[in-house]
């Protein structure tokens, strides 16, 4: 059986955890910031554990994260 292929774009986007979750960057953190008050940009820095949901999908594209 050939290697699976890395989804190279879901690469660049996550990461994993020790543990073996997946991390991700919060969204809405790219422009418009001037409106966004300073706590609301603060808290966009975390990075966050994915929803299990959505992990079990990004670990298929992910095979050898």
Not at 21 to 31: E, M, P
Request: cysteine-free.
């Amino acid at each position: 059986m050939p290697k699976m292929k890395t989804h190279r774009g879901a690469a660049k986007r996550f990461k994993k955890t020790g543990t073996g979750k997946l991390k991700r960057s919060k969204a809405y953190r790219r422009h418009i910031l001037t409106k966004k008050s300073p706590k609301t940009k603060r808290n966009l820095r975390q990075q966050e554990v994915m929803d299990p949901s959505n992990a079990k999908v990004m670990k298929k594209l992910l095979p050898y994260l």
